[in-house]
């Protein structure tokens, strides 16, 4: 993918934030804007682990302007739009871009620049397929954002707890039905854990989860209210379209 292969900028987040992103194979959606509106309030280094075209920190750094933002990627094509997408929204400030991989030994990303203990907030939308139950996408880039290798999940989790200092907060989206092995790869580094559900419709179960751990939190895991998604006319209910248009955080992201 090179910046031609790219379409003309997507305003998203009700106009406040402009993307340009491929024509084709992954590209940004509802995670993403959940993920961002689950940021808490009032944290200064805020990285964007798994950044693609930097969606999520961009519009983090757009609605917090006391934060600074790293937008990190292990994928040069990605991270040339995240470039263009932070002088784009006008963030050059506040937001940087760096290429290092999540899933590489800790001595390879602090070589690459993640300093540990450098962040009170990490954000991250991590691939959701596990590469020994699917069958990844013909192209790379679309793979590569959605299917992660086996053991991977604890590796990118110790990632995001390395880069948080003392009771910084990870917040995270997937799928419902991996928070068991969410929570196990954790370990101890993390606590004080909140999930809120995210449901399609009320009547079904939820296919999402958002997820707020503390480095070093000892409360119990609390179970936040549900966010539905869509109503019976199939359409946004008023709380998902408030959050869509930027109007609005998640419940989750007003626990410090």
């Given at each position: 993918?090179?910046?031609?292969?790219?379409?003309?900028?997507?305003?998203l987040?009700?106009?406040?934030?402009?993307?340009?992103?491929p024509?084709t194979g992954?590209?940004?959606?509802?995670d993403a804007?959940?993920?961002?509106?689950?940021?808490?309030p009032?944290?200064r280094?805020?990285?964007d682990?798994g950044?693609?075209?930097?969606?999520?920190?961009l519009?983090v750094?757009?609605?917090?302007?006391?934060?600074?933002?790293?937008?990190v990627?292990n994928?040069d094509r990605?991270?040339a739009?995240?470039r263009?997408?932070?002088m784009?929204?006008?963030?050059e400030?506040?937001v940087s871009?760096?290429?290092?991989?999540?899933?590489?030994?800790a001595?390879?990303?602090r070589?690459?620049?993640?300093a540990p203990?450098?962040?009170?907030?990490?954000?991250t939308?991590?691939p959701?397929?596990?590469a020994?139950?699917?069958?990844?996408?013909p192209d790379?880039?679309?793979?590569?954002?959605?299917?992660?290798?086996?053991?991977?999940?604890?590796r990118w989790?110790?990632?995001a707890?390395?880069?948080?200092?003392?009771?910084?907060?990870?917040?995270?989206?997937?799928?419902?039905?991996?928070?068991?092995?969410?929570?196990?790869a954790?370990?101890?580094?993390?606590?004080?854990v909140?999930?809120?559900p995210?449901?399609?419709?009320a009547?079904a179960?939820?296919t999402?989860?958002?997820l707020?751990?503390?480095?070093?939190g000892?409360?119990?895991?609390?179970?936040?209210?549900?966010?539905?998604?869509?109503?019976p006319?199939?359409?946004?209910?008023?709380?998902?379209?408030?959050?869509?248009?930027?109007e609005?955080?998640?419940?989750?992201?007003?626990?410090?």
């Open positions: 993918m090179s910046r031609a292969d790219a379409v003309a900028p997507n305003a987040l009700g106009g406040k934030l402009l993307l340009r992103q024509e992954h590209r940004v959606g509802t804007i959940l993920l961002a509106a689950a940021a808490p009032g944290r280094a805020v990285v682990l950044c693609g075209v930097g969606a999520v920190g519009a750094a757009r609605a917090h302007p006391e934060s600074r933002v790293l937008l990627d994928d990605a991270l739009l995240a263009d997408n932070i784009l929204n006008g963030l400030g506040r871009a760096l290429r290092a991989d999540a899933l590489a030994p001595a390879e990303r070589a690459a620049g993640l203990a450098s962040a009170d907030l990490a954000l939308n991590p959701f397929g596990a020994e139950r699917m069958r990844a996408s790379p880039a679309r793979a590569a954002a959605h299917v992660m290798p086996a053991g991977g999940l604890a989790l110790a990632c707890a390395d880069l948080l200092g003392p009771k910084g907060v990870l917040v995270l989206i997937h799928r419902a039905d991996a928070l068991a092995e969410i929570l196990a954790m370990g101890e580094r993390l606590g004080s909140a999930v809120t995210v449901h399609p419709r009547d179960p939820a999402r989860i958002l707020r751990a503390t480095k070093g000892k409360a119990p895991l609390a179970l936040l209210p549900a966010l539905v998604l869509h109503g006319d199939g359409r946004f209910t008023p709380e998902a379209e408030a959050i869509h248009r930027g609005a955080m998640l419940a989750c992201a007003g626990v410090q």
